[in-house]
């Protein structure tokens, strides 16, 4: 049994900071990759930023800059370092985690933490 334990969304007002933490709890034998999505209200889910075990890390266009993603081997946890927010960062945001157990390897997802920007 594998879960994602998100926390850090809140309200913010434009320009402002938050930070998202998850980690990976459970049985887990090695988290091969780490990252955020987020899904607007009626929009798609996106990612937003990931990070492999490679080290290559992925981040959404429209946060470059803004957006920092980190991890924690340690304690197989994901950061993510928001900045100079925008309304237009408003969504529900889902740490997502690729992870083997000692019998598969699967995606995985938390509940999501929601980040509202706004004055």
């Known amino acids: 049994q594998v879960e994602l334990v998100e926390s850090g969304g809140g309200l913010v007002q434009p320009g402002g900071s938050l930070r998202l933490s998850c980690a990976a709890k459970?049985?887990?034998?090695?988290?091969?990759?780490m990252g955020w999505y987020r899904q607007a209200p009626g929009k798609e889910r996106e990612l937003v930023a990931s990070?492999?075990?490679?080290?290559?890390?992925n981040i959404l266009d429209s946060v470059k800059g803004r957006f920092t993603i980190s991890r924690d081997t340690a304690t197989n946890s994901v950061f993510l370092q928001m900045n100079n927010l925008k309304p237009e960062d408003t969504a529900v945001y889902y740490c997502?985690?690729?992870?083997?157990?000692?019998?598969?390897?699967?995606?995985?997802w938390g509940k999501g933490t929601l980040v509202t920007v706004s004055s």
């Open positions: 990070n492999h075990n490679s080290g290559a890390t």
């Open positions: 459970g049985s887990i034998h090695e988290v091969y990759r």
């Open positions: 997502n985690a690729f992870i083997a157990t000692m019998t598969s390897g699967m995606d995985y």
